[in-house]
């Protein structure tokens, strides 16, 4: 007769953490980690341009305060989100001396974030980090909500983890060095948060928007709190898209994600989520569910911040062809929201407002109804 053990681990644990919003935070957080600990050592990971203009200055920094710090860095770009990479990181670490009262602190972009929160995710069974994002696309997607992971050739994000930071400090002044194209790609995400759950906050971007890419830091503090009120709201509901919810942040990224893949990584995240955006809209209008109005509302937004409204001249060469669509759609198969075989979309039936479907936030769409989304975005 079998016996039956139960090992009983309920149990309630806070993973709150605060996002802190202002000019000049950068310089405070050290003085902050005296204040309030994280560990007795920091692994600052950061990729190699992040390492030379903030990394070495921002070791100083902690060292001064007498923290124990070491600054690991990568080569920069989204090749870079590999287990080879992820590897070598968890290597230095241990040659460091870093054990498990250590934190980690992920200076730079999303790819950095993603990186670092993995690395922290995984070193020693998981050790503290803390999300310090320098870009525009970092400070409203991948710094905040805990998921972080690493790439595979065959898709984006395919291994990784649900692990929240312990806090996570927005700088706007690090904007002001920010090239103009990556202001533009973090605008991305901003007027993604605006279409799936807050029509104000794309008023805003359709009347303001510009005002982003001037670096007005009052709209870009304004525009940037609306967004990540969307994503902790989303976040706070679903944190491990257990219910669904979470699913709404990846309007546009389905084909997006697909689209970087194809170009090798070559087209940025946020201009590939706004093509994906375009095309997203084209299916939600053919299937009924949004209005013909409202999708050219959202291209005239993309079209006004200066998102190109086709995919560029090689990338469209390659999914024009036999081999690259083959390619195209490969990459959607190995989405995540693939289920029983059959991809699943975030689609909207409104502007702020994504399509419910049979109780759930995606709606399963087919080849031919792809293909007509890709049709809006080919030259």
């Not at 104000?200 to 510009?210: S, V, Y």
């Not at 299937?287 to 959202?298: T, V």
């Not at 190109?308 to 090689?314: A, H």
């Not at 062809?321 to 409104?350: A, N």
């Amino acid at each position: 007769m079998d016996e039956r053990i139960i090992v009983r681990l309920k149990r309630y644990q806070d993973d709150s953490y605060p996002l802190i919003i202002g000019e000049r935070v950068f310089p405070r957080i050290a003085e902050e980690l005296t204040r309030n600990p994280l560990g007795d050592s920091y692994a600052i990971i950061a990729d190699s341009n992040v390492a030379r203009l903030y990394g070495e200055n921002f070791k100083r920094m902690m060292r001064d305060k007498n923290l124990r710090a070491f600054l690991l860095s990568f080569p920069a770009g989204e090749k870079s989100k590999t287990v080879k990479v992820w590897q070598s990181l968890i290597e230095k670490m241990l040659k460091s001396g870093l054990g498990r009262d250590s934190c980690v602190i992920a200076l730079g972009g999303g790819v950095t974030g993603d990186l670092a929160g993995f690395v922290s995710a995984s070193y020693l069974r998981g050790i503290p980090f803390i999300q310090v994002p320098t870009s525009l696309l970092a400070m409203l997607d991948a710094s905040i909500g805990g998921k972080v992971g690493i790439d595979l050739p065959s898709g984006k994000n395919l291994i990784g983890a649900f692990f929240q930071p312990k806090a996570v400090y927005i700088d706007l002044t690090f904007l002001e060095t920010l090239p103009k194209i990556h202001l533009l790609n973090g605008m991305a995400e901003a007027v993604k948060s605006g279409l799936i759950a807050d029509r104000a906050l794309f008023a805003m971007i359709e009347k303001k928007g510009n005002e982003c890419l001037k670096l007005n830091l009052e709209i870009l503090r304004k525009v940037i709190k609306r967004a990540l009120l969307v994503k902790a709201g989303v976040v706070e509901q679903d944190e491990m898209e257990t219910l669904g919810l979470r699913k709404i942040l990846n309007y546009g990224h389905t084909i997006g994600h697909s689209l970087e893949a194809l170009s090798g990584y070559q087209l940025l995240h946020g201009f590939a989520v706004s093509l994906g955006m375009r095309a997203s809209a084209r299916i939600s209008v053919e299937m009924g569910f949004l209005k013909e109005i409202d999708a050219q509302r959202q291209n005239k937004v993309l079209d006004s911040l200066g998102f190109p409204g086709k995919i560029p001249g090689r990338l469209c060469k390659i999914i024009k062809t036999s081999s690259g669509k083959t390619r195209f759609f490969d990459y959607l198969t190995q989405d995540k929201k693939v289920r029983s075989g059959q991809l699943e979309m975030v689609l909207l039936s409104e502007i702020g407002r994504v399509k419910r479907f049979d109780n759930s936030w995606t709606v399963p769409v087919s080849k031919q109804m792809i293909e007509m989304g890709l049709k809006e975005i080919l030259e």
